[in-house]
């Protein structure tokens, strides 16, 4: 977000134990505390949009839902994390029922990676899925295609009443750590600037093209997109 020209502030929803091969333990934070972290924020600084990510377990969902009701024009940018590349879990089954009942309906965009997408929209084949989702109240569903084949990675954006966008971006190889948290957050700062939808989405694929071409081999396990880099949109 800080690359892509906003600042971020931070609400710290789940304490990890990971790194660059698994996450090998998750614990959420105390509901009370992000609310009070959200308060705290928002009293003091203008929310321009809100990418969540590992949220915790479904009582922080609820906190959340609640300060969304008293800021409905904040863009919201939902990534549902449910597990790591490792395979490391990250969200209960409770946390998943919780967000699809109340949280995605919230969400301007939310932006489950395939093996998320067959989870939550309980079907294997991709618009059908996105579709299930649309009709339970999602405003779009950003249906990425990272974990696909071919030359170009395709992601396609389902809308309530459109037919499907779809984006190309040049498909690099290989697994990266956390490159759904990096197109979801540039996505959120591609907003927070005021950018439209479809312009957010083709920032953040060059952004997220741009930091994996620059990626990190820091750790024994997936190399890390260098979201440091200079950005120039």
């Known amino acids: 977000m800080t690359a892509l020209g906003c600042h971020p502030l931070p609400v710290l929803s789940c304490l990890t134990v990971q790194d660059t091969r698994n996450v090998y333990n998750a614990t959420a934070t105390d509901p009370d505390i992000v609310r009070q ?5 928002a009293g003091d600084t203008p929310i321009h949009a809100i990418k969540t990510g590992a949220l915790g377990n479904a009582d922080v ?58 989870l939550l929209g ?11 989702l649309l009709n339970a109240g999602c405003q779009s569903v950003l249906a990425t295609g990272g974990h696909g084949e071919g030359e170009d990675i395709i992601n396609t954006l389902y809308h309530q009443s459109e037919e499907p966008s779809h984006f190309y971006v040049e498909r690099v190889g290989g697994e990266y750590h ?17 950018l439209s ?7 953040a694929q060059d952004y997220v093209l741009r930091a994996i071409r620059h990626a990190l081999r820091v750790g024994k396990g997936q190399p ?6 200079p950005w120039q949109s």
């Open 122 to 132: 309980e079907n294997e084949d991709p618009a059908q899925a996105a579709r299930k």
């Open 61 to 118: 969902v609820d906190v959340l839902v609640d300060f969304l009701a008293n800021h409905p024009d904040i863009p919201l940018i939902t990534d549902p994390v449910i597990k790591a590349a490792g395979g490391g879990d990250l969200a209960d089954e409770a946390l998943i029922a919780r967000m699809k009942e109340r949280l995605f309906r919230h969400a301007e965009m939310i932006t489950p990676n395939s093996i998320e997408l067959a």
């Open 37 to 41: 972290q959200l308060e705290c924020l």
């Open 197 to 203: 939808a479809g312009a957010a989405i083709d920032q």
């Open 178 to 194: 956390g490159t759904g948290c990096t197109l979801a957050a540039s996505i959120a700062a591609g907003r927070a600037s005021g």
């Open 224 to 229: 890390v997109p260098d979201r440091g880099i």
